[in-house]
């Protein structure tokens, strides 16, 4: 999988909108871009895919930008629940059916 | 919502004794996972499974460790001989379909911690 960048934290208030980066600025043109979470303690779940087109989900939304080199996980509107590790993780024909995670940002949310 | 289930949530071991952790894969599914985080650090992949053979093994994944779906429904991972560097979180994921579009359900894990 191509590599890629995000903030090691990043802190939000209840309620509200999170806007989460992630940098991959060597993804190739048929790469996907997936975000999973793991809240604490337990596995990691998966939130929202995309490849070219801004995706929404009941979880969030996904922005991709145009040249692709970035996107950005948003959450609405934050809760207490939200509060886990987020990962960008791109998904290539050569990675076979693995995941490969990094460390991802952990995202604080204060009430 | 169908979830994966893993078995037994906390698993306390001997070093040198073999151990054996269960998971019960989304019943759809047809690709199965193994994957370990050790306490403080990435979650790392170690095998992925489907139609009875290993498809892809990481590094990890040595002559120690071993997969199988002995029915229908489990699958598991057996580590024959377990080190203390072997204590770590294990989860279990499956997914229906394989990919980079596929999409991997994670049970709540193993933690396993070896003495």
């Known amino acids: 999988d191509a590599k890629t960048t995000q903030p090691n934290s990043m802190e939000s208030n209840e309620e509200e909108p999170v806007h989460l980066p992630c940098n991959h600025s060597?993804?190739?043109?048929?790469?996907?871009i997936h975000w999973y979470r793991q809240l604490p303690s337990q596995g990691p779940e998966y939130v929202i895919h995309?490849?070219?087109s801004n995706v929404n989900n009941r979880m969030a939304s996904l922005a991709i930008a145009e040249d692709r080199k970035s996107s950005t996980l948003i959450l609405h509107r934050a809760t207490l629940r939200d509060a886990a590790v987020y990962y960008c993780?791109?998904?290539?024909?050569?990675?076979?059916?693995?995941?490969?995670f990094g460390g991802g940002t952990r995202l604080m949310v204060k009430p | 919502e169908p979830e994966v289930t893993q078995t037994p949530s906390h698993q306390v071991t001997q070093m040198g004794q073999e151990v054996i952790l269960r998971c019960v894969p989304i019943?759809?599914?047809?690709?199965f996972y193994w994957y370990r985080q050790i306490l403080g650090q990435k979650v790392e992949f170690l095998v992925s499974?489907?139609?009875?053979?290993?498809?892809?093994k990481s590094e990890i994944f040595d002559d120690q460790f071993s997969v199988e779906r002995p029915d229908g429904s489990n699958f598991t991972l057996k580590i024959r001989s377990t080190k203390l560097e072997d204590s770590a979180m294990y989860f279990c994921?499956?997914?229906?379909?394989?990919?980079?579009?596929?999409?991997?359900?994670f049970g709540a894990g193993t933690r396993l911690s070896v003495l």
């Open positions: 994921a499956s997914s229906e379909r394989e990919g980079k579009t596929n999409i991997q359900y």
């Open positions: 060597t993804i190739s043109g048929t790469d996907y």
């Open positions: 995309g490849l070219t």
């Open positions: 993780i791109l998904r290539d024909n050569n990675a076979g059916n693995m995941l490969t």
């Open positions: 019943s759809n599914h047809l690709y």
């Open positions: 499974f489907y139609n009875n053979e290993i498809s892809e």
